[in-house]
């Protein structure tokens, strides 16, 4: 399962930043759906109010600023997006990805369950990608836009990546700072996403 693939992801201490490029993430980086990843997407009464807290400003994207850096042709750029992680949206990923990474954790000379010291900082680079998942896909979805190239997924450099892990608290929030080939949503892809979305909902109700 996604778990269990991620799970073997850290334990090959597979660098953060490729395992995010690589798309072991259910979703293509969360830019259609932040919540379709069934492991990244977590249900908390506490993640739901930061979401829409995070809804709510995205007006004066005040959490995040994004900087068109350069023209890349049919009607493709390149952006750079600096975002500012909430503390709770932190807490509660790193709360969650503990939770399961304990349900499956066996390592020789600890009791089943335990996670050892030296594999707290995988796990802390693992809430930083899901927290920029969740962040950068709700940005991008804001401006309009999606990937220009699917192959071509925004990734942190390692440097980035261990500085924040290693400056990472699960109460508070981070930056970091990503760049992007984006693309205007053509009008009758949204429109069909709407639909579908408007199918969804009449289905629930």
């Known amino acids: 399962g996604m778990l269990s693939r991620a799970v073997l992801c850290v334990l090959a201490c597979v660098p953060a930043s490729h395992a995010f490029s690589s798309g072991f993430v259910a979703?293509?980086?969360?830019?259609?759906?932040?919540?379709?990843?069934?492991?990244?997407?977590?249900?908390?009464?506490a993640r739901a109010s930061c979401r829409l807290s995070a809804l709510s400003m995205m007006a004066d994207s005040d959490w995040?600023?994004?900087?068109?850096?350069?023209?890349?042709?049919n009607?493709?750029?390149?952006?750079?997006?600096?975002v500012d992680v909430d503390g709770q949206m932190s807490k509660d990923s790193?709360?969650?990805?503990?939770?399961?990474?304990?349900?499956?954790?066996q390592f020789p000379g600890f009791r089943k369950g335990t996670i050892p010291p030296f594999m707290i900082p995988k796990v802390k680079s693992f809430v930083i990608l899901d927290c920029l998942e969740k962040t950068l896909g709700e940005a991008v979805r804001e401006q309009g836009m999606e990937l220009a190239d699917d192959e071509k997924r925004p990734t942190l450099d390692?440097?980035?990546?261990?500085?924040?892990?290693?400056?990472?608290?699960?109460?508070?929030?981070?930056?970091?700072?990503?760049?992007?080939?984006?693309?205007?949503?053509e009008a009758e892809e949204e429109a069909k996403e709407e639909a579908q979305t408007e199918q969804e909902t009449e289905s629930e109700l």
């Open 75 to 82: 009607g493709a750029a390149k952006y750079q997006f600096k």
């Open 158 to 185: 390692d440097d980035q990546v261990s500085v924040l892990t290693k400056a990472f608290s699960e109460t508070e929030g981070f930056s970091y700072t990503i760049e992007a080939e984006l693309k205007a949503i």
């Open 27 to 45: 979703s293509p980086l969360g830019l259609r759906a932040a919540s379709a990843s069934p492991f990244l997407a977590s249900q908390s009464p």
């Open 64 to 73: 995040y600023k994004m900087e068109k850096l350069e023209d890349l042709g």
């Open 94 to 105: 790193y709360v969650a990805i503990m939770k399961d990474f304990k349900k499956n954790a």
